[in-house]
Nanobody
Framework: QVQLMESGGGSVQAGGSLRLSCTVS???????MGWFRQAPGKEREGVAN??????????TYAGSVKGRFTISQDSAGYTVYLQMNSLKPEDTATYYC????????????????????WGQGTQVTVSS
């Protein structure tokens, strides 16, 4: 079972930036790594995911964050980042890191992560 731990959450004003980190306990080759978020009273939604294979990484973003957020992975494969720029109050949520074994990119198949491993979450609050 892969264990994940998020860090880097906090409070920031609108227009600011934060970088979230997700440390995983095992090598993440042939694994989809994703970031999700859940705001109070709302359903959990996929934010970004990355699939890393020997030929490189494939990234997918939700439309609401495209152009503002960037998902990346360190070369060792043990840390996944979510760089969040131009933050908006509507980005306020608890952000979760997730991982699911895969031999193909997950793309917009966010449901695939439901059978994977999840972190405990980190809070991001954006004030106007």
């Amino acid at each position: 079972q892969v264990q994940l731990m998020e860090s880097g959450g906090g409070s920031v004003q609108a227009g600011g930036s934060l970088r979230l980190s997700c440390t995983v306990s095992t090598f993440t080759r042939n694994t989809c790594m994703g970031w999700f978020r859940q705001a109070p009273g709302k359903e959990r939604e996929g934010v970004a995911n990355i699939f890393t294979s020997a030929s490189g990484g494939v990234t997918t973003y939700a439309g609401s964050v495209k152009g503002r957020f960037t998902i990346s992975q360190d070369s060792a494969g043990y840390t996944v980042y979510l760089q969040m720029n131009s933050l908006k109050p509507e980005d306020t949520a608890t952000y979760y890191c997730a991982a699911v074994r895969s031999f193909t990119a997950c793309g917009n198949a966010w449901y695939r992560f439901s059978s994977g491993s999840w972190g405990q979450g980190t809070q991001v609050t954006v004030s106007s």
